[in-house]
């Protein structure tokens, strides 16, 4: 094993984080350094604004205990243990709110009461959840602002769904055009392949340029215009009149040179998603409302999920485009033979393809029940997210460094303009730099708070308020990086954001508990400078002193050069995890072990990989892979392979003995080649131990001795590689490391471990079964 001089050394000459495509970005995406300075029990100490936030007069904290327990810890709800510990800070509303305990006690009793059964029959079930549905189209309208002599409630698997077909439905023609506004989400975007797919053009626009657009001047044809009432990156709300606009300008030329008679030339669809959530629609209030509205009812009720909603303007029924797919009861008639058939006559029978989710539709009854009960009107929840939305940008605009840097880069909420109750903001350290969302994300987590980062499927928003063109975007992504990867900041500047939203029970307290999290862990925090003379080095890289001919690596010529001294450790225990996200071996102290250019030998070599996907399968998200534990039996060069109830499996750490099949993958964010190791044998021990069909996947180099023959700088060419075959070898990409997440040696430290203890013990008044050891941190070297 190395000596532990030799290992610090190295450690301190290995990059933090860097990123395939570019060694320049190993600035941008360097860990946070947190100064030893802050102390965490004045972390709070930063003055918050004196702003009232509305608690629907003191019955807030009652209705998030008794209807909300998900949010606390469970043995903390007793009466008995005093004021209940929260569990979770839920700040993402606006991805989906929370649903109300008795409401889902309501649609177990109801579900196992009376028996819904496909309305399309006629038995005493069918005919009771026909009317069922009925009622909750009904209540539905109320609860929007509007009646079923104005509106139509048509029933599809989500918001997405209902925007789809508003799409389809529009008759657009011929010289007309699909225009949507700047800060549309995806699902309206989307649009525009439909739009093309028809002959019509399709262009983005500014919001404020709608009054133009919509003039008969500039207006030919029939078109759809279609916008957000709520943008869900900045929470920038736009103006519901726009189909009023329409209407009056209009008015007196209904049907003189238009192809659809009576109907404006102009169709609009509103994207009220996110909008109904915290504000009423009011429908009624409008002259003329839009064509379509869109709606996703988990956004506003927590449950049920797979349920949306398009309402459809009555009058605009009869202009509607020939409806072409047919399935289910949608039709009174049709021929097998021919094409012949007839439509259901009411507006929701014809559109509503196949059976409706009528389970779901029953549990909406019981969700607008327990809203009612709990906050009586969505006029009472408007003005208590308000009033936490003021709240909570008082709090976040006050967060400062102790050098006058604002903590936070707040995106919109501008004065005099109209806002709602999101906030997309990014952190910058106290010399004004920009720190990773990801990172942010990741502390988040195992504070125990609930929110969101990226661009949020709002692709023109987050260009305006990140400031970065689409040229731009088309480079990232040239370059591997794609929304919702860890690549949060490139060149210095951010390609997404934090978010925060806040619905129906968000309380004060869950804004302050968020503020002390920022400021415990990010006041006055700073990233780590590079010099110009680390910066050379970063940009020639290590690999400059590696041996052209045979690859190898000589760290011994590097360190004399460039050493200093520093800490001093010693080296307790050397942990490898030959398969990613599952166990780690620990190397035999007597052991020495080859420390190569990737990192540790073997550590990380090998992915589990699901059957038709790309990305290789999580701990987090597949908590079985806990339970493989690999040991590596270095006389035979396997890599056995043991787990509960399995018999202990064998798999070879030598390439040339495996039969390998190259495909696609995306590691880290970043497009990597990696090989299927083909053996049934192997995707069947995985596929029963995990629950999943599985395979197990390896980059062959990682598997190769800096010491081997084999030059360590070159990658297989051939796609297929069969035992006792010569690959063919060509130069490797620079700066690729093994399948590791962020670096190649992962270090922790017993104090660190100690010290972690004892600030969840002074946080905590129960007492643990057990301290959190260093082995939990996942380290390679303790």
């Known amino acids: 094993m190395p000596s532990s001089d030799l290992l610090n050394k190295i450690i301190s000459l290995l990059p933090a984080r860097t990123h395939p495509a570019s060694s320049k970005h190993a600035q941008d995406k360097a860990p946070l350094t947190l100064k030893p300075l802050v102390d965490r029990k004045k972390a709070a100490a930063t003055a918050t604004p004196s702003l009232a936030v509305d608690d629907y007069d003191g019955r807030l904290e009652t209705i998030r205990q008794k209807e909300y327990p998900q949010l606390f810890e469970p043995k903390s709800l007793k009466p008995s243990r005093g004021p209940p510990k929260l569990r979770t800070v839920y700040l993402d509303h606006t991805g989906s709110t929370l ?27 069918s005919q009771w959840t026909h009317a069922r549905v009925e009622q ?36 657009m023609t011929k010289g007309g055009t699909f225009r949507y506004a700047r800060e549309s989400h995806n699902s309206v975007v989307g649009l525009r392949n439909l739009a093309s797919d028809r002959g019509i053009a399709t262009q983005a626009a500014e919001f404020s340029e709608f009054d133009d657009i919509i003039l008969p001047a500039n207006t030919s044809g029939t078109s759809l215009l279609a916008y957000p009432a709520q943008c869900n990156f900045s929470g920038e709300r736009f103006s519901l009149d726009v189909a009023e606009k329409v209407h009056r300008l209009y008015a007196e030329s209904y049907g003189k040179d238009g192809d659809n008679d009576g109907h404006p030339p102009w169709w609009v669809l ?105 906050f009586v009107s969505i006029d009472n929840v408007a003005q208590h997210i308000t009033s936490v939305t003021k709240y909570a940008l008082a709090t976040l605009s006050a967060l400062k460094h102790d050098s006058g840097q604002p903590m936070c ?48 499927c709002n692709p023109g928003a987050s260009q305006k308020w990140l400031e970065f063109t689409t040229p731009e975007l088309m480079h990232y992504s040239s370059m591997g990086f794609v929304c919702g990867d860890d690549h949060d900041i490139i060149g210095g500047k951010p390609v997404g954001a934090l978010r925060i939203s806040f619905g129906a029970i968000t309380s004060k307290q869950d804004i ?60 307790d225990q050397v942990l490898i995890y030959p398969i990613k996200s599952c166990r780690g071996w620990v190397v035999p102290s007597e052991m020495p072990w080859e420390l190569t250019r990737f990192g540790l030998k073997f550590d990380r070599s090998f992915v589990i990989m699901r059957q038709n996907d790309i990305v290789p399968m999580q701990q987090k998200r597949f908590p079985k892979m806990a339970l493989i534990r690999p040991h590596i039996n270095t006389e035979h060069s396997v890599l056995v392979l043991e787990a509960p109830d399995h018999p ?60 081997s023959e084999v030059p360590i700088d070159l990658m297989y060419e051939s796609d297929t590689l069969s035992p006792g075959n010569s690959p063919l070898l060509l130069p490797s990409r620079r700066n ?45 070297l303790i």
């Open 99 to 125: 649903y109300a305990a008795s409401h889902i006690r309501a649609v177990a009793e109801e579900l196992l009461t009376d028996f819904p059964a496909n309305p399309h029959s006629q038995h005493t079930g």
């Open 736 to 780: 690729e490391m093994s399948f590791a997440n962020e670096a190649q040696l992962l270090m922790v430290t017993h104090e660190s471990a100690r010290q972690v203890n004892e600030w969840i013990d002074e946080d905590s008044d129960e007492p643990r079964a057990s301290d959190i050891g260093p082995m939990q941190y996942r380290p390679n």
């Open 512 to 571: 302050d508990i968020f503020s002390e999290f920022l400021v415990r862990h990010y006041r006055n925090c700073a990233q780590p400078s590079i010099s110009s003379a680390q910066e050379t080095q970063n940009n020639t890289d290590v690999e400059s002193e590696a041996d052209p001919v045979s690859g190898k690596t000589d760290f011994t010529a590097v360190i004399d050069e460039t050493s200093k001294p520093g800490l001093q450790v010693e080296i």
């Open 270 to 374: 509103l994207d009220a998603a996110g909008y109904v959530s915290s504000s009423p629609l009011k429908l009624d209030m409008l002259e003329s409302g839009p064509d379509f509205v869109a709606v996703s009812l988990y956004k506003v009720f927590g449950a049920p999920t797979g349920l949306g909603v398009l309402l459809v303007k009555r009058p605009s029924i009869p202009y509607l485009q020939a409806k072409r797919y047919f399935g289910g009861g949608t039709v009174l008639n049709v021929a097998f033979d021919r094409k012949w058939q007839e439509f259901r006559h009411d507006i929701e029978s014809r559109l509503e393809d196949g059976t409706i989710n009528f389970q779901a539709i029953i549990s909406l009854h019981h969700a607008l029940n327990a809203y009612a009960k709990n």
């Open 409 to 456: 880069k707040i995106y919109g909420h501008d004065e005099g303009a109209n806002f709602g109750p999101i906030m997309a903001f990014n952190l910058k350290d106290m010399h004004g730099q920009y720190i990773g969302y990801a990172d942010v994300e990741r502390l988040s987590v195992m504070a125990g708070v609930a929110l969101r980062t990226g661009r949020f």
């Open 136 to 171: 909750a189209r009904d209540r539905l309208l109320e609860f929007f602002g509007t009646t079923p002599k104005d509106y139509a409630v048509v029933f599809t698997a989500n918001a997405t769904g209902a925007i789809r077909l508003a799409g389809e439905l529009t008759p």
């Open 648 to 707: 202990p499996l064998e798999v070879s750490l030598m390439a040339d003995t495996m039969n390998l099949e190259r495909i696609d993958s995306r590691i880290c964010g970043s497009q990597m080649h990696v090989f299927h190791v083909v053996s049934n044998e192997i995707s069947s021990w995985l596929s029963s131990v995990l629950s999943v069909t599985c395979f197990l996947a390896c980059e062959p180099r990682l598997l190769l001795s800096d010491t």
